[in-house]
C-alpha cells in the first residue's frame, strides 16, 4: 500500500523535510580536515535537538543489527550506510557523503549531499556533478499521473553517458510516518512502468552512483557499504512530494 498524505500530513511531511534539510545544510561547513566523523554524528544529533527533531536512524533495526549513529557518513570508497567513528578524521581530498533522516512530529524527512573536501580529483568531482544532475533529473520527471519508471529511466539516462556505475543493492523509497515505504524507486529502469505517481505520495529520490564498477561489498560493521573495486562513490537525495502542479520538493531551505 502507497500511503498517501491527507492535507494535514502534507505540512507534517513539509515540517520534517524543512527540519532534515536544516540539519544536513548545518552540517556541511563542519566538514573540514582534522574532524573526526564521531565528531560530525554528535554535531548531527544537537542539530536535530535545535530544530525540534529526532534521527530515524539511532536504533533502526535491521534483521539482528541496530544502528548506532545520528547520521550516516559515508567517505570515499564507502557508498551509504557509513558510522561515525572517533578514530576516523577527515582529510583533504575525501569525498564524504552525509545522509540525514529525521522524524519531526511523527513525521520523516529524508536527504543526502556528497561534500568535496579541498583538492579532490577531477574525475570524483564529475562523478559528484553527475549524480546531482541525476538527482534532479528525477525529480524532474516526478509528475501526477507519470510512473515510478519515470524518475528511474531519468536518472538512468544522466548517468549512462558518462560510464559510471548505478548500485543495485539499494534504491529510493517512499517515505511518510516511517523511513522506507514503498513504492521502492530504482535508479534504473523504464520510462512508463511500474506505480503511478499520485499527488500527496512523498518519495525519497537518492542516486548511489560510482566512478568504476557498482558492486559493492558489505563492511565487517554490516551497515557500511563499499564499492568492490575500492574507486569512489557518490550519493545524493531529496524527499519530493507529487503536487496536483507537479513535484514540492520537501527538503530544500
Ligand atoms: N537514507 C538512508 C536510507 O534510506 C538512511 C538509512 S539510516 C540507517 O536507507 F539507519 F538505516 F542506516
Ligand atoms: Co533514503
Redesign the pocket.
Known sequence: MIDIHSRVDVEGMRAAGKAAAHVLAELRPLIQPGISTAELDAAAASLMKLHGCTS???G?V?GRLT?P?YI?ISLNDEI??GIGRDDRFIQDGDVVSL?V?IRKNGFVG?N?YTVLVGSVPEPARKLCQATENALMAGISAVRPGGRVGDISAAIQGAIQPFGFGIVRE?VG?GVGRQ??EEPQIPNWGSKGTGAKLVPGMAL?I?PMVTLGSPKILMAADG?TAQTKDGRVAAHY?HTVLVTEEGVEVLTRI
Open positions: 530515524a536512524c539511532h533502526y535491521v544502528y549513529g550516516c551509504v550506510h545522509d533522516v529524508d543526502a539499494f523509497h523511513m522506507h525519497a537518492e551497515w537525495e
